[in-house]
């Protein structure tokens, strides 16, 4: 009888946005190269500064509308398999952008949220928001002011949907990490959850953190690298 196709869950960080033209946050001239997270990624820097939270988050929120900056082939290689792979898959990603859903990826979560979303910390609302934020912007939905917030996770908060990573990790039998240094907990931690029981592989454009818990690391850029993977596994089980 065919082997049935594995669980995959696939974890992604910045590195592989990096070729659609989004700055990494460690790497030279990456983001925390210029700003500190103390000033513009906790609750605390926003309740303290909350113009030039807003501001560091206008800037980026301005550059995903740049009609230049789309989803690579790395993006679409994994919207490619969200649609062919015969068993369960999730991808988990870091990233606050949304190249991932441009690509088309379905099966997706955002664990650290998404920029193009805000909050209002009056009614809980979350809206589509592609423009900039400000403070005084009152809420759609309480038509309050004063509590609008990007829908991102900071620094000391808690990422989004725990429970179901926790079940996909549980359950699955292919854990692949896509261009992350390894560095922010817990997303750091999956790969030591499912060493054992899950086959794991890396693909980075070079060693993380973590590579020595991985199975396989493959060093490169993702828009070589994740093509080449994706088109393996679908030749196997697609
Ligand atoms: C939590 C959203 C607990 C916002 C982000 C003290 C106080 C409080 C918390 C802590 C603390 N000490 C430690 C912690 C935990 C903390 C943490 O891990 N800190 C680190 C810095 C030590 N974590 C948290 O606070 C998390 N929450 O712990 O909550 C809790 C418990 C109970 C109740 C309440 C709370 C929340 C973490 C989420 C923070 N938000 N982002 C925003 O984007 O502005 S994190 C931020 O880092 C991004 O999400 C990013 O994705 C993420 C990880 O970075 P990477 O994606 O890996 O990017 P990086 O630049 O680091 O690496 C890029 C990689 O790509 C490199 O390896 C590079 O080689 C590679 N690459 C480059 N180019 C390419 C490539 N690969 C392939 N191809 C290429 N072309």
């Known amino acids: 009888m065919a082997e049935r196709a594995p669980s995959i869950v696939i974890l ?3 590195g592989i946005s990096r070729e659609s033209g989004l700055a990494t946050f460690r790497d030279a001239d990456g983001i925390w190269a210029k700003l500190r997270i103390e000033d513009v990624a906790t609750p605390e820097a926003f309740a303290r500064d909350p113009v030039r939270v807003h501001a560091f988050y206008n800037a980026r ?3 995903l509308r ?3 900056v789309q989803p690579n082939a790395a993006h679409r290689a ?7 792979w015969p068993g369960e898959l999730l991808l988990v990603t870091q990233n ?3 190249l991932h859903d441009r690509a088309g990826s379905r099966r997706l979560l955002h664990m650290h949220g998404e920029l ?3 909050r209002c910390l009056h009614c809980g609302a979350v809206r589509p928001w592609a423009q900039d934020l400000a403070t005084a912007t009152p809420c759609p939905a309480c038509g309050r002011a004063g509590g609008m917030r990007p829908h991102v996770v900071w620094f000391g908060e808690m990422p989004l949907e725990m ?10 039998g292919l854990f692949v990490a896509i261009g992350t240094s390894a560095q922010v907990y817990p997303a750091a931690g999956f790969v030591a959850e499912v060493a054992g029981r899950a086959r794991t592989v890396e693909l980075n454009l070079e060693p993380s953190a973590a590579t020595g ?3 396989e690391a493959i060093h490169g850029p993702a828009t070589e690298l994740v093509p080449r993977f994706v088109e393996d596994l679908l030749r196997r089980w697609g």
């Open 66 to 68: 740049d009609a230049a």
């Open 12 to 14: 992604t960080g910045a």
């Open 163 to 172: 429970e179901r990573i926790g079940e996909a990790l549980e359950g699955c």
């Open 78 to 84: 994994l919207a490619e398999l969200d649609a062919r």
């Open 96 to 98: 606050v952008d949304d």
């Open 61 to 63: 929120r301005a550059q």
């Open 116 to 118: 193009m979303k805000a």
């Open 213 to 215: 818990h991985f199975d």
